[in-house]
């Protein structure tokens, strides 16, 4: 157990380039945001972009898109045996 509570060197050093790596700068922006938040931002878009045109779905009762998360919140449920096995089948992830 002593591992665990101590500062182990290697798992120290990923700890220190994995959150360099994470907070590093965009180099295709001139702004100081992290490369992570302009993927974010990218996806973001386009969900918006290729979500939005569901709102116009009469079984559709809101569309939401925060980050890299999109929802489509329907008027009714879904047949919680059907629905899944389906999407599975077209490679959808719910």
């Given at each position: 157990r002593g591992p665990t509570f101590m500062a182990n060197p290697l798992a120290c050093a990923v700890a220190v380039a994995s959150t360099q790596m994470v907070l590093a700068p965009d180099p295709h922006h001139n702004s100081q945001q992290p490369l992570w938040q302009s993927h974010?931002?990218?996806?973001?878009?386009?969900?918006?972009?290729?979500?939005?045109?569901?709102?116009?779905?009469?079984?559709?009762?809101?569309?939401?898109?925060?980050?890299?998360?999109?929802?489509?919140?329907?008027?009714?449920?879904?047949?919680n045996h059907k629905i899944p096995q389906r999407c599975q089948e077209l490679g959808v992830w719910l």
């Open positions: 974010v931002h990218r996806l973001e878009r386009e969900l918006r972009r290729n979500l939005q045109p569901a709102a116009d779905l009469e079984t559709v009762a809101h569309v939401r898109v925060k980050g890299a998360i999109g929802v489509l919140e329907l008027q009714k449920p879904l047949d």
